[in-house]
Every structure is written in C-alpha cells, then in structure tokens.
C-alpha cells in the first residue's frame, strides 16, 4: 500500500533545457517522403529550397557548431546552385545523422548517379525510438533535451514568425511526433489543422506549450526573423 511520504509533486520549474546540435539538425530535415538514405558515402546532408536560404544558413550554424563539438577535420560547406536551391555539405555530419536512424536495403531502389555510378537508395522516417525513452513526468536532461532540441530544429524550418505554429507538406510522421514531444513537455493542448485540398497536403499544428517549450520556441521564432 502507498503512504502519503511516497507521492512525489513533479516540479520541474528549476529545469533549464539544454540544446543539443545533433537534435536540432535531426528537427529540421525535410522528411517529406523520409530521409533518403544512400548505400554509399555522400557529402550532401540536407538540401532546401529556393525559398530556403535562410533555414540551408541556420542549418550550416548548426552543423558546424555539431562539427566543433565532435572534432570533424572536414570543412562544412553551405552550396547555391544556379537554380537558387541549395545544400548543405559535410560527409562527417551525413554520416553521423543516418546513424540515428535504423535502416536496410532490403526495399532499397537502384539509382545511378551522373558519373553512371550505381547504387542503392532507401528512405526512412524520423520516429520516437532515436530518442531516450522518458521514464518519469520529472525531467532527465538525458531523455528531454534530445526533445526540446528536436522542436527548436523544426521550427526553425517550419516555425511561424507571427505565431507559435508549425506549417509542415506531408511527412505526416515528423507531425505526429511533433504532437507527441510537445504533450510529453508539459503543454496543455495541441491542435492539428490538415488541408486537404491541393498538393502538398499541409499540416499546420498550433500548441498551448508550458513556459519552458514556449521559451524554447519563442528563441527559435526570433532566431528564423533576426537570423
């Protein structure tokens, strides 16, 4: 039987989440169809669109700041194409991000490079198991700031300027975890809007988040407006 002296209040109002760069990048990739995994080395580690510089810059920031901090030699480099898309090049930093994920080539497609180099290509999706399980509603660095630092990435990417929302095309998985990591930091509701009609289906998530999340993404709206 429990005694009054075994229940514990939860209070995490003394914690201060940490931001981790590995997690913050992992939040802002694409992820519309998953990320596409090759079987061999590459130098891309994500690619933006024309109207994405400004995300393809924090993304470069944040990838040297994870270089810096594992010790990489290789230089990351932030590539314009003529066309105005862009990407965002470190092999060492690839590397590290798809070892995140879980994958094989059992479903793989064959795919040949403009050099008529062939080779495997298989897509995977972001999901709950690359982060540290939560054990308890009292925060554990090790298992919340891997979350807040995800959130933060994403919105970066997909963050509103005018109000605390994310506006994601498809990649209907990152949505839902997005929901997911936003319940397990405290906030009191979470709304999901889809609009069905047109290409791509948009998914606009607008949440009630607790002063810390509110923070955290309060420091990524203003990182996406002042740069």
Known sequence: MYKASDIKVVDNSDFVPTLDPLYILLGMLCEYMGRGIADCSSD????????????????????????????????VNLVIAGSGRSCVQSREISELINSLYTYDFKQATKCTDLDGYEYLSTNWKVNEKMFPTMTSLQHKPEEVNPRYSFLYGAYLRYGSKKEIA?????????????????????????AHKIYLKGA???????????????????????EIING
């Not at 400004?54 to 994870?66: C, E, R, V």
């Not at 994601?168 to 997911?180: D, T």
């Open 166 to 190: 994310f506006n994601i095309a498809n990649a209907s998985h990152k949505v839902e975890l997005i929901k997911a990591f936003a319940e397990q930091l405290g906030s009191e509701w979470v």
């Open 44 to 75: 891309i580690v994500e690619g933006f669109f024309v109207n994405e510089l400004h995300a393809a810059k924090l993304f470069k920031k944040y990838s040297s700041q994870l270089s810096a901090e594992k010790g990489f030699n290789t230089e």
């Open 200 to 222: 791509p289906r948009v998914h606009v998530i607008t949440l009630g988040p607790d002063p810390k999340l509110l923070t955290i993404l309060e420091r990524a709206q203003k």
